[in-house]
């Protein structure tokens, strides 16, 4: 596959999943070699909330789910968390990869 947000080419390879700081351990998965932004199949992303789940840190943070639209993805964002920023259908916002585990949405 290639990355979503740079267009580059992705490689297979297993890099380690933290949630609330905790590692999760390590997940196969595809990681864009320009910009280093990380993907998930949804077995893959089952399996990670599985693990959440079972060290009890699930529902610390909100989970959302990666669903695809058309040729790119779009993850759904919890109503108290849009609630909070005041997000609003129609804002821009500005959105880019943190690291490799981690997306910055600037409101
Ligand atoms: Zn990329």
Do not use: W
Not at 100 to 106: S, V, Y
């Amino acid at each position: 596959m290639r990355c979503v947000i740079c267009n580059g080419e992705t490689i297979r390879k297993n890099v380690e999943y933290k949630e609330s700081g905790v590692p999760l351990g390590n997940f196969s998965a595809y990681v864009c070699q320009k910009c280093g932004e990380t993907y998930f199949d949804e077995k893959i992303a089952e399996k990670i909330q599985q693990k959440s789940k079972q060290m009890g840190l699930f529902g610390l943070a909100k989970k959302a789910k990666v669903a695809e639209i058309g040729n790119s993805i779009a993850i759904r964002i919890p109503k108290e968390i849009a609630e909070f920023l005041k997000l609003k259908k129609g804002k821009e916002v500005v959105i880019f990869p943190e690291n490799k585990n981690e997306l910055h949405i600037t409101v």
